[in-house]
T-cell receptor, first 112, second 115 residues
Framework: GQQLNQSPQSMFIQEGEDVSMNCTSS?????WLWYKQDPGEGPVLLIA?????ELTSNGRLTAQFGITRKDSFLNISASIPSDVGIYFC????????????FGTGTRLQVTL | SAVISQKPSRDICQRGTSLTIQCQVD?????MFWYRQQPGQSLTLIAT?????????ESGFVIDKFPISRPNLTFSTLTVSNMSPEDSSIYLC????????????FGPGTRLTVL
């Protein structure tokens, strides 16, 4: 099945740094979701985006729904050790019975 | 939001056997889904669990291998049948309302190891 391309694949950053990651697709999506997955856990929803151009924040996290509807961005400001994990984007196309297409994931490591 | 629980959280099974995974949602939801996540990989949709009718399977997944039940709006099971080591994965249940502006919430996953 189709997957969304996420970049970077992995990141090693120092505590306090800002992080940016993005997700791109050849298809248009109507909803973009960002999840974080910790080892041994299921994905936890971070931010949901429903409209092209929408910019939404959740604490230190900010995500944007790209104007073309083919991409989305997630930024984390002032990273802390608990930000470690894998971040997945997921897209939803209207009329597809709510089936999500997941990105390839970005693995974030934070060093002290 | 919905809170989703799964049982078992993990299991180690012998090849050729079957395992049934349970998923319970704390509220009535329209949509329930089953995903597989192989080690180090992203999530792949196995099927949509339809209440009171046969599940809708994605390409590459078949009912004989992954039978799914959904007897009501809050509960579903996934069986991994005739297991082989290639079935070793995390199996995840998700749920949502299916309405416009919906999101999906995930269970904690079932980590399956097949020897």
């Amino acid at each position: 099945g189709q997957q969304l391309n996420q970049s970077p694949q992995s990141m090693f950053i120092q505590e306090g740094e800002d992080v940016s990651m993005n997700c791109t697709s050849s298809s248009i999506f109507n909803t973009w979701l960002w999840y974080k997955q910790d080892p041994g856990e299921g994905p936890v929803l971070l931010i949901a985006l429903y409209k092209a151009g929408e910019l939404t924040s959740n604490g230190r996290l900010t995500a944007q729904f790209g104007i073309t509807r083919k991409d989305s961005f997630l930024n984390i400001s002032a990273s802390i050790p608990s930000d470690v994990g894998i971040y997945f984007c997921a897209g939803l196309i209207s009329g597809t019975a709510s089936k999500l297409t997941f990105g390839t994931g970005t693995r974030l490591q934070v060093t002290l | 939001s919905a809170v989703i629980s799964q049982k078992p959280s993990r299991d180690i099974c012998q090849r050729g056997t079957s395992l049934t995974i349970q998923c319970q949602v704390d509220s009535q939801v329209t949509m329930m889904f089953w995903y597989r996540q192989q080690p180090g990989q992203s999530l792949t949709l196995i099927a949509t669990a339809n209440q009171g009718s046969e599940a809708t399977y994605e390409s590459g997944f078949v009912i004989d291998k992954f039978p799914i039940s959904r007897p009501n709006l809050t509960f579903s099971t996934l069986t991994v049948s005739n297991m082989s080591p290639e079935d070793s994965s995390i199996y995840l249940c998700s749920a949502g309302t299916g309405l416009k502006g919906d999101t999906q919430y995930f269970g904690p996953g079932t980590r399956l190891t097949v020897l």
